[in-house]
């Protein structure tokens, strides 16, 4: 069975920065599509980026875009979310997710999920 456990988040004022980490237990970690999603109060789980099982390709929300950097390492089997200048508006539960394809920008395509992580920016 595959774990998702996030950690890293925390309170920070705006314009500061966080590093959130995913750990994932099971042998086959570097197959998988990885992601991080992110709700905020009262609003639906949105996408935030994703990297491809090698790495090799990333993709972004335009919201977060050159801000944020998706990073994963296959020998620990951790996936990165490096956040810099950080917004109010970037304040939610940040989710690891974990996908047995590609991976995508879509919550569907991903069968497995942690229990999220608490970011707040104080403005």
């Known amino acids: 069975q595959v774990q998702l456990v996030e950690s890293g988040g925390g309170l920070v004022q705006a314009g500061g920065s966080l590093r959130l980490s995913c750990a994932v237990s099971?042998?086959?970690?570097?197959?998988?599509?990885m992601a991080w999603f992110r709700q905020a109060p009262g609003k639906e789980r949105e996408f935030v980026a994703t990297i491809t099982w090698d790495g090799s390709s990333t993709y972004y929300a335009d919201s977060v875009k050159g801000r944020f950097t998706i990073s994963r390492d296959n020998a620990k089997n951790t996936v990165d979310l490096q956040m810099i200048s950080l917004k109010p508006e970037d304040t939610a539960v940040y989710f690891c997710?974990?996908?047995?394809?590609?991976?995508?920008?879509?919550?569907?395509?991903?069968?497995?999920w942690g229990q999220g992580t608490q970011v707040t920016v104080s403005s």
């Open positions: 997710a974990a996908s047995n394809s590609y991976g995508s920008s879509f919550m569907e395509d991903y069968n497995y």
């Open positions: 099971g042998r086959t970690f570097r197959r998988y599509g």
